[in-house]
């Protein structure tokens, strides 16, 4: 059974910081395409950025390119997102999500994914 926790979310003021970070427990994800998609309230869930299983492809939303990050640490079974310059609209609950099949790349779709985080709330003043 993988658990995949979210941590790191909270109020920041606008051109602020943020380090979201995804623990994965009850199975390595080293092997695993993983990704981070965000909920307004009153919107769908949307794509923000993925990372491939080896860690050296990246894709990102075109709102969010130039401010976020997204890495890996495998020895830690982890993932992160670097948020950069937030802005209001930034403001949502923030996913981490992890592909149960193997030596996946990039992937955009919520339905790639078969492995989800509960959440962590970011939320951005303006």
């Known amino acids: 059974q993988v658990q995949l926790v979210e941590s790191g979310g909270g109020l920041v003021q606008a051109g602020g910081s943020l380090r979201l970070s995804c623990s994965a427990s009850?199975?390595?994800?080293?092997?695993?395409?993983m990704g981070w998609f965000r909920q307004a309230p009153g919107k769908e869930r949307e794509f923000v950025a993925a990372i491939s299983w080896h860690g050296t492809s990246t894709t990102y939303r075109d709102s969010v390119k130039g401010r976020f990050t997204i890495s890996r640490d495998k020895a830690k079974n982890a993932m992160y997102l670097q948020m950069n310059s937030l802005k209001p609209e930034d403001t949502a609950t923030y996913y981490c999500?992890?592909?149960?099949?193997?030596?996946?790349?990039?992937?955009?779709?919520?339905?790639?994914?078969?492995?989800w985080g509960q959440g962590t709330q970011v939320t951005v003043s303006s």
């Open positions: 009850g199975r390595t994800l080293s092997y695993h395409a």
């Open positions: 999500a992890a592909d149960s099949a193997y030596y996946g790349l990039v992937k955009e779709l919520a339905g790639a994914y078969e492995y």
